[in-house]
């Protein structure tokens, strides 16, 4: 009965799970904060990492360990190992006006965005690695001189588990290397003419592993406390894990519901879309994850709790009392802007009111049903990219909501399959670990317990209501 160890390296802070690798059943589990801001020392992982690993018990029994991390985040380091500048995370967005310039240096408008999504499967923002180095080479020219190599969290955290012997033996996975704008998924190969586009020259990136292969030994000295030389998976990006670690499958699309929420499915064939919508990501098995993020989710349950001055659970209470469709009232839930659409300038609105709808249950159903709709429209846009649904796996804070879970068969017009509250990055990264341990060309097939599944209960209504609402709101700003 091997143990394995899952790491999730997030942007708040790191969870390790320990678990049977044959069984999946969870044995220990620790975690540790990290620090806030859009860009840290990377020394603050490592530091979390061997907090959460010390509130775990530790890894003297463990076979394997896999890290999956927080994607896209700018890891630099010197010809000596050492990191150059504080890592740029994924939400840092000083890099958006290189994405811009990265897409129009490839041609005009759509034939820009074409050329990046044929070239690597996503069109740039942000938040991608690529946009980061063409800001660094543009603002910081004398530590973009220093950088011999870039490498992403996970990939950091796994090369430092190994002792960090050297540059050559960086590693990463297929599902985070889709996610820094200089991999290509359906190529299965770096694009190093984009990543010299964006810094000015050549540097060593790690080598993009399979999906059991290895990434080396855990060095015993690495962590302070007894520790066996266990292996160490390819890892993965969060996302990507995630999936992982409900069980997703061609045919299951994983709706996750946090702070921002993101619409990712299983397929067995790449995707790249122009429009910017749908990013072109891998997944861990050796397929690939097609995602949609949207910036208003489970905040936007805590702002009409906070409106009508009640709790979660009493906000749950008060949508379920409303009839669907809230009798007309609809809420579009563009409250700090949109990425999909792509809005960044939106503001919220709410559209029906009436002195019927005029009543905390209307308001609460609006804005249950107004959230789900924008996750909708994600899982729209994956369909139009040659997505299949065949049940939509519902995770993240916003879940546990039992409002959420009885509306989203009528938005969503398929079964909702509700695993219990769980650690599910870090979930996947441990059975990408016990995959790695047992071996095989399957991975073990771990069953969650007390899944609930919501059969579907398709209201049009809902939908077409809130369409027109919210391409009201889109014209009123064009």
């Known amino acids: 009965m091997p143990l394995v160890a899952g790491v999730d390296s997030s942007t708040q802070s790191c969870k390790v799970v320990l678990r049977d690798a044959e069984t999946g059943a969870l044995v220990r589990e620790g975690r540790a904060p990290h620090p806030d801001g859009t860009e840290v020392d990377p020394a603050a992982w490592w530091s979390a990492l061997g907090e959460a690993m010390t509130a775990a018990g530790g890894l003297a029994d463990v076979a394997a360990i896999s890290v999956a991390g927080q994607q896209h985040g ?13 890592a740029l995370l994924w939400n840092d967005t000083r890099s958006a006006a290189a994405a811009a310039e990265l897409i129009a240096e490839a041609g005009d408008g759509e034939a820009g965005r074409r ?55 960086l590693r990463t996975d297929r599902s985070d290397a889709s996610g820094t704008g200089y991999w ?13 586009r964006a810094l000015g020259r050549a540097v060593t990136v790690p080598r993009v592993l399979g999906p059991a292969e290895t990434a080396g030994r855990l060095d015993p000295a690495a962590l302070a406390g007894p520790a066996a030389a266990a292996l160490l998976g390819p890892g993965a990006g969060d996302n990507a894990a995630a999936a992982f670690g409900v069980g997703a499958g061609p045919g299951d699309v ?19 879309d122009p429009s910017g919508i749908v990013a072109g990501f891998a997944d861990v098995t050796g397929r690939f994850l097609p995602l949609v ?25 008060l949508a379920l009392a409303a009839p669907p469709g809230a009798d007309g009232l609809v809420l579009v839930p563009y409250l700090e802007g949109e990425r999909t659409p792509n809005r960044p300038d939106a503001t919220g609105a709410v559209h029906g ?4 709808t005029s009543t905390p249950a209307h308001l609460a159903r609006a804005a249950v049903e107004g959230m789900l709709c924008a996750l909708a429209d994600g899982l729209d846009a994956l369909v139009a ?5 065949r049940r939509v796996v519902l995770v993240g804070g916003g879940a546990r909501s039992a ?33 790695v341990a047992l071996g095989g060309a399957e991975p073990p097939v771990w069953t969650p317990a007390d899944t609930q599944t919501y059969e579907p209960d398709p209201v049009p209504a809902i939908r077409e209501r809130y369409a027109q609402a919210r391409d009201h709101v889109l014209d009123r700003r064009r």
């Open 254 to 272: 994983v709706v996750s519901i946090g702070t921002s929420g993101t619409v990712f499915s299983v397929a067995d064939a790449p995707a790249a």
């Open 74 to 86: 700018m890891v630099c380091l010197d010809e000596d190992g050492a990191v150059v500048r504080p």
């Open 353 to 356: 009111l009436t002195l019927r």
């Open 115 to 169: 050329f990046w999504a044929d070239a690597v499967g996503s069109v740039p923002v942000a938040s991608f690695t690529v946009t980061k180095l063409r800001w660094l080479a543009r603002h910081e020219p004398a530590n973009a001189a220093r950088v011999a190599a870039v490498c992403l969290p996970h990939d950091w955290l796994t090369w430092r588990l190994a002792g960090a012997p050297g540059l050559d033996a």
């Open 403 to 435: 409002a959420v879970r009885r509306i989203a068969p009528q938005v969503f017009g398929v079964p909702v399959v509700v695993p219990p509250p769980g650690e599910y990055v870090a979930d996947g990264a441990a059975r990408q670990a016990a995959w």
């Open 385 to 389: 990219q040659g997505a299949t649904v």
């Open 184 to 196: 290509s998924p359906a190529a299965g190969e770096y694009r190093p003419d984009l990543l010299e």
């Open 293 to 317: 993020c949207t910036l208003n989710a489970a905040r936007v349950l805590d702002a009409a709790a906070r409106m009508l001055g009640v709790g979660l659970d009493e906000l749950a209470d």
